[in-house]
């Protein structure tokens, strides 16, 4: 995987015992991460808000209805207007905050819901083993289910990987463009979503020089890449995978580990709105490296 002709900088030296360790240590927090309260393994439900009213419960006939057996036939009410969503709890039903620090306080008339949208982060609400959240992109929002005792939180081992390998860390270089440009990408939802993109990172495989747009937010500490590869065909997840990279030094310089590229939550479960990567970011190469397909 060296690269031949010009010169072309190397990544910053790494001792290969402590690569393994340092990977090892980011697939345990990826277990973590997957499990922990409101990751992508728990999701147990994804539904589209209409604007309007909309009662929820374990009632097939409602038009959100949540796993039977975990909640009243009807648990409450959402009403949405514009992005904004309010929960009213039915009679007699428990519905609390899901916010440990506030003591989980009961819902005892209509609350206002943050969406995971909002800077101040999204308000999280307890039905039983449930919890539900408010998930937006865009003006589209639904509302998003999981469930803290799902079975997976105590038997999933981890996403099958490739071997870690050190040939797969590969500086870049980071072109910025002039100003950021705007990148509409279709999601799995059937939507499309809206990036920013503030410029390309070039970097070299098999001697051979290849692009990727990152996406990023000015604020953002790290770029963040949706790609695809060859391997999506059999090996690795159909609709490709994500990748984080650390913003270039003071020389325009990162490193992309692609040992590190990890399945998007839709590889794990259908209830997810995942944003698939831009044409751009189509890889004519096969990136053995990082998670493998889920199923």
């Not at 982060?121 to 469930?147: F, K, M, N, S, Y």
Request: aromatic share 10%; proline share 8%.
């Amino acid at each position: 995987m060296a690269g031949c002709g010009e010169a072309w900088r190397e990544p910053p030296p790494v001792e290969e015992a402590a690569f393994r360790r340092d990977h090892e240590t980011w697939r345990a927090w990826r277990r973590a991460d997957l499990t922990r309260s409101g990751g992508f393994l728990l999701l147990v439900g994804l539904y589209e808000l209409a604007k309007g009213t909309t009662p929820f419960g374990a009632d097939t006939s409602l038009s959100i209805a949540v796993p039977p057996g975990k909640a009243p036939l009807l648990a409450g009410t959402l009403v949405r207007e514009g992005t904004r969503v309010t929960l009213q709890p039915a009679a007699r039903v428990r519905i609390s905050v899901a916010d440990s620090a506030a003591g989980n306080p009961p819902v005892t008339g209509p609350l206002a819901l943050r969406t995971d949208h909002d800077s101040a982060g999204p308000t999280d609400v307890a039905l039983g083993t449930l919890r539900l959240r408010i998930h937006q992109v865009g003006e589209r929002v639904w509302l998003r289910v999981w469930d803290e005792d799902h079975p997976l939180r105590r038997t999933f081992a981890g996403a099958e990987s490739y071997p870690a390998q050190l040939p797969w860390r590969v500086a870049a270089r980071f072109r910025s463009f002039r100003s950021p440009r705007h990148v509409r990408v279709a999601d799995v939802s059937g939507g499309q979503q809206d990036y920013d993109v503030p410029g390309e990172l070039v970097f070299r495989v098999d001697g051979q020089e290849r692009r990727l747009l990152p996406f990023a937010e000015p604020a953002d500490t790290a770029l963040w890449i949706l790609f695809g590869d060859s391997t999506n065909a059999r090996e690795t997840y159909g609709a490709g995978r994500y990748l984080y990279v650390s913003r270039p030094d003071s020389s325009g310089w990162t490193v992309i580990d692609f040992n590190r590229a990890y399945n998007p939550p839709c590889a794990f479960n259908a209830f997810a709105t995942c944003p698939l990567p831009p044409r751009e970011n189509r890889l004519a190469l096969a990136v053995r490296a990082g998670e493998k397909r889920y199923h």
